[in-house]
């Protein structure tokens, strides 16, 4: 109950204060990344040329870096972009996107871990497995590790980077040190489109940057996303699939209101 | 009423002649760039390739410029083919995105105009105020300046580099030297998707393409993203929100047609 | 009845196998590529760095490789990684969007089927006119040739490069040295979005990463994109367009089974 009035409150703050999110992050999912960013009531700005990003995060109040379609230019500006954010002490949300799917995902996350030491990590049960040096099975971009034994999983990896960490899939579990979160909601439509993560990455930098508190901020923005997907599947009509499950997201985080949140959000602090 | 019949002309010419509009623009709306170009009547050409892009621009009708997320690479390519189509006597419309939130913005919205001089800008007031060297609180990429005064910015500025100069905003303003025409089609929505801004300066390079009045031409773009934002806006049904709005965005300038334009146009030459 | 038969047959295996369908594409419509992807039950990686394409190419069931953006970074890639996916025997699917366009697009195309050897090119019938070393006249990435003869033009280029060769339009061909498919599903509203002949190409990536009669697989991506152009035009309601149409696909191709192929597959064996 306490925990959902948190999540609330931090809705209002964030519709109040408006804040600017700049995002490195992959041409994939990016549209869906802004247009999330807007639906909750915050500001995107997209940028990654490494003569500017530095400049676009002194004056944001979050930064969101994803490595979904990483190459060479955009690992030297998320580089060089999210250590600028650190020393002003706003947050970064990082989404390490099919690490351990390739060399080059796995060096480039360990150097943005280690070079930035992000605010949150966001990934799916097989990508934090391997930031957390655990062996698990990669296909692709997609995670097929088992989601047994999150808590301590997301625990020890948060006590050893000293950041939030969220692992997202049917049951999602967030943890700051020996504090976590299980999160019910969410749908399994959720898991066939694209950007589904991406846009709860996005949805926890809009939280963060309106926020003091990045573990009740990354709630706020898991819950969100996995509500979202509910409204959006309940609102689907005989013949709808997963396009207009995907438009019904936008409208649905953007209707989302601190009562929507309350009385929907399924989060328990273990 | 004389002007709503131009504009309804340059819609019918649109649709005969169906222009190719070469974009140079950003990966975060350029799917939306290019099925707005599509709804309207036209065909889209993205390319950005400095190997390739002013052999794209030798048979194009119109060029777009839009520096929503420039890049070393992006920037060579806009002004070689800028100049290129300048030089054929091809219409260039330039969409300064974020002009004023860093430098390298500044630096190459100026560069831009200098060496390219592009047939009609298009921004909202913080972008053209900046341009025209006026003072201006930036935050990202939105407009945060007061829209007073906008027809004499517009019309100075548009008299000092000698091209057609837009304004939107709330009301928006489109100036020829000191002809002038103010447009109050539109609707609160279209500024909590992103998109909207860049969708415009598509329309008027489609409707440019077709035409040579390019006053007219710009101001028949204005007109057809205001009236599409009112009418996707018309079409909404209790629960829907930015998402389906979006999308009824393409819907209504795919039906749009002389008679709608006429009749929902709200123009006035000053 | 048999080929219908064979394509439903596809349908399955390809659910129950879900490939991982490598793409290296552009940044117009990867969202879309992604999405159509899933929707028929595949899981996409979109991936371009020359740093990680071989990696990632080394475990996927197919390789998409689509010019619709290319650049000097992401030729590289596309030779490097469909190189490798030709060693390793995946299929390798080739759109080569706007070939004749432009000199950079007809000399990658070619270098593309020399070094790589495709395993099915899918083109409209410019692309594969120009492919073919035929006279055609070009417009932007648009087909304005004309479609007569296209079963000569698909089959003699088939046996010279020993690939399957689809030629997508009004009706669409496919061969395989002489044997030849015509396929009548699809409805006009599929060439007023962008990305249908992508998701196309997407789509014959996925069914050949699930099956080994690459033929019959290439008939199912494009009978698959056909007959969802159908079902989208057919859900529309009065009002609708482009936009919703667009939205409508994604739905339709992630509700089509193997029943909905064969009735409403329009298919002819020459």
Redesign the interface.
């Known amino acids: 109950m306490e925990v959902l009035q948190k999540i609330a409150d931090n809705l209002l703050r964030l519709r109040e204060r408006k804040p600017?999110v700049?995002h490195i992050t992959?041409?994939?999912?990016?549209?869906?990344c802004?247009?999330i960013t807007?639906?909750i009531g915050a500001?995107?700005?997209?940028?990654?040329?490494i003569?500017?990003v530095e400049?676009?995060a002194s004056?944001?109040s979050a930064l969101v870096l994803n490595m979904?379609?990483?190459?060479?230019?955009t690992i030297e500006s998320m580089l060089a972009t999210g250590q600028k954010a650190r020393q002003r002490g706003i947050p970064v949300v990082f989404d390490p996107v099919?690490v351990g799917?390739?060399?080059?995902?796995t060096s480039t996350a360990k150097q943005i871990i280690r070079e930035v030491r992000p605010t949150v990590i966001r990934g799916n049960m097989s990508e934090i497995k391997i930031i957390a040096g655990l062996d698990v099975a990669i296909?692709?971009?997609?995670s097929v590790a088992s989601e047994d034994a999150g808590e301590s999983v997301a625990s020890n990896l948060s006590h050893k980077l000293d950041c939030v960490v969220a692992i997202t899939g049917k049951t999602d579990i967030i943890a700051q040190g020996n504090r976590i979160y299980r999160i019910d909601n969410g749908h399994a439509l959720l898991s066939?489109?694209?950007?589904s993560g991406c846009m709860a990455t996005s949805l926890i930098g809009c939280f963060c940057g309106a926020a003091d508190d990045w573990f009740a901020a990354t709630a706020a923005g898991i819950v969100t996303m996995g509500l979202a997907g509910e409204l959006a599947h309940a609102?689907l009509q005989p013949?709808?699939?997963?396009?207009?499950f995907?438009?019904?997201?936008?409208?649905?985080?953007?209707?989302i209101n601190p009562d929507i949140l309350k009385k929907g959000g399924k989060i328990d602090e273990l």
């Open positions: 600017l700049h992959n041409y994939v999912t990016v549209n869906d802004a247009n807007l639906a500001s995107p700005v997209m940028a990654d040329d003569a500017e400049e676009m004056f944001a979904g379609t990483l190459n060479a230019r099919g799917a390739t060399s080059l995902r296909k692709g971009v997609d066939q489109i694209t950007g609102s013949g709808d699939g997963i396009g207009t995907h438009i019904r997201l936008f409208d649905a985080v953007s209707v």
